[in-house]
């Protein structure tokens, strides 16, 4: 029994240590206890760790460095959104007329004059096809011609479809021939060399409109504006008139009223495009009917020769003056 007894002290006192070094963690004094191999399996939380309850192999937790994953101070940016200021709306003037600087001012149509004087300011001289120059002051147009002016042959071959042609002994030249852009060519060319830059082509009516924008095309290619001339009068008015190098209308007694007129640049694109009633002899009566009605529409003017057929030009209706752009927006605002 006491040998018994003996032997089961001897193995306590053996396995003591033993079981002693089972619960103990191995020191490792080259390991720091922040090192991630201690904590190889563990998962990672994204969110604040809570503080462990203390430990003996832990250090106080003053002296514990902040953990890798520690949430940082996030800097908040407030945007303090603008007060919107309302303004009033700017109002921009019609480009077609405040860029047009024929529109509000009366026509002189004296083609039928080789002195058609110095001209005026604020006023549009046409002058004849024997003019070699511009007016001095104002804006001047040429007159031009789709006919043979001075019936020479030159630029055949011709028609004979057109009363007007026979009436003035002009030639009507075929659009078909190498005339037709022959003697268009030879105005423009002096035209340019004078120094004009509107051109009025006369007797369109003679013609289609194809042919009549293919001399407005023409026209443009030498930097010559052109005046649409008795527009009603050609098949195809709205296109003529709706042509971008048309930059004024002129139209005779029996070519139309303002009514009509007003109609045909409104159907064009230009309601705004300023038309000017030009009689002669006769037409004096005319001149006077469509007065009143022309004073309804915007950018329309009568005058009449009494010097024969376009010697001079008394005003019976003038265009109104177009007011600035600066004027225009005071008054709007």
Known sequence: MLKLLAGALAGVT??????DNMWKRPKAPHVSIYDSALYAGQQESNIKRQERAAAAWEPPWYDRCVP???PRRVHLVIFTPQTRQVTAPVRVPDRSTSLNPLTGKPLRYLIGTDSAGTGHDNEVTEVSYNATAPVKRGISIAYGNLFD???TGRYGPYLHTSDTAKQYNEGQIDPRGAGWEKNLREQFERRKKQGFEYIELDNPDAYSSRDVIGAMDLAASYGLKIIAKNPLLVKGAVEYVAHPNV???IVEKGAGNPREMDALRKKAGKPDLPVWFVAFGSGRSWAGSIADAAKQHRHMGVT????GEYGNAIDIVIPPAERSASAATASAN
Do not use: G
């Open 304 to 307: 009449y020769s009494s010097a």
């Open 14 to 19: 053996l396995t003591a240590p033993l079981w």
């Open 149 to 151: 002016e001075r019936n």
């Open 247 to 249: 930059y004024a209308i």
């Open 68 to 70: 890798e994953n520690y």
